[in-house]
């Protein structure tokens, strides 16, 4: 009995196939170009929102404040109780590092798309110099704190022997410990960086109104902001319930959003400073004449 010809095969079925896997990739590209412009869209619009905005202070508030109570319906030995943990690691003890970066590329691309002027994305990108001066500046204070209330004491199997070095490097140089006022730089930092991001994110809502240019890049580096303010928030929820004592964070996060205030709130709406984020990005409504 003579066989027929096999369905599907020779260089016709080749072409189809790879047809077909075209087709699938556009799909995917389409429905992920979509979810990316719904996604900033919705996002722009939640963080442009002042009220929201107002919200989310209180929210890190009770962060700070409620959440430490939470250690106590929570299991203690999960990942995150752990020191040495790779989110800690890696993303908080960076976190400078982190939000400079990818704040950095969104405020670049949306005043430089706005304006085309180098000078005016200079001043802009300026604000990021002056946060890193706020992150050292604070972490050579909270140190100062740390020496000028410290004392030296040795760990003995009975406890700990109170000794009269004067200084931190005497005592650690004796191999003492030296224990004393410790603000949480870390609770310090992640405040600053939620209300300094929020803050900075907030722009895009006016962006996108005016009809300024919006490609996939752009959205793309937004979205990713996004999911780094998001992390920050969780990884701040995670340092209050499992490290440091309460005041400790309370007061880190205090002068936080002082740091804030001071910058954002206030120096920043003068004309010799970096100026807010947004201004002068774009464009003043014309007065209408009335015609009589």
């Known amino acids: 009995m003579e066989r027929g010809p096999v369905v599907g095969a020779g260089p016709g079925a080749g072409t189809r196939i790879r047809a077909l896997l075209g087709c699938l990739v556009k799909v995917l590209l389409w429905v992920a170009s979509a979810l990316l412009y719904f996604g900033s869209e919705q996002a722009a619009r939640l963080l442009g929102s002042p009220c929201l905005r107002r919200l989310y202070h209180a929210w890190l ?4 404040i409620f959440g430490p109570l939470l250690q106590f319906h929570v299991n203690s030995r999960t990942i995150f109780a752990s020191h040495g943990n790779f989110f800690n690691i890696k993303f908080v003890n960076s976190a400078w590092g982190w939000t400079c970066t990818f704040l950095g590329g969104f405020v670049l691309l949306v005043v430089f798309l706005a304006t085309r002027r180098v000078a005016v994305t200079a001043r802009h990108l300026s604000r990021l110099v002056v946060g890193a001066a706020v992150w050292r500046g604070a972490g050579r204070a909270f140190l100062l704190i740390e020496d ?21 490097r005497s005592c650690l140089a004796a191999g003492h410990q030296w224990r004393g006022y410790t603000v949480s730089s870390h609770t310090f930092l992640l ?26 890049p752009l959205r793309l580096v937004f979205l990713l902001n996004v999911l780094l303010l998001g992390l920050w928030n969780f990884l701040l929820l995670c340092t209050v319930i499992y ?4 005041t400790h964070k309370v ?42």
């Not at 508030?61 to 700070?64: F, G, K, P, R, Y």
């Not at 490290?243 to 309460?246: C, D, K, P, S």
């Not at 740091?259 to 120096?267: E, F, N, P, R």
């Open 61 to 64: 508030a009770a962060v700070v």
């Open 148 to 168: 000028l209330t410290g004392s030296c004491f040795e760990p003995l199997p009975q406890g700990l022997l109170l000794h009269e070095l004067p200084d931190r």
């Open 191 to 216: 405040t600053f960086c939620c209300l300094l991001m929020a803050e900075e994110a907030a722009v895009f809502a006016k962006y996108l109104a005016h009809g300024l240019p919006a490609g996939t």
């Open 243 to 246: 490290f440091h004592q309460y």
């Open 251 to 292: 007061v880190g996060a205090a002068v936080g959003t002082f740091a804030w205030y001071l910058t954002y709130g206030s120096w920043y709406h003068q004309p010799w400073s970096p100026g807010s984020p947004g201004h002068g990005l774009f464009p003043h409504p014309r007065s209408s004449r009335k015609h009589n």
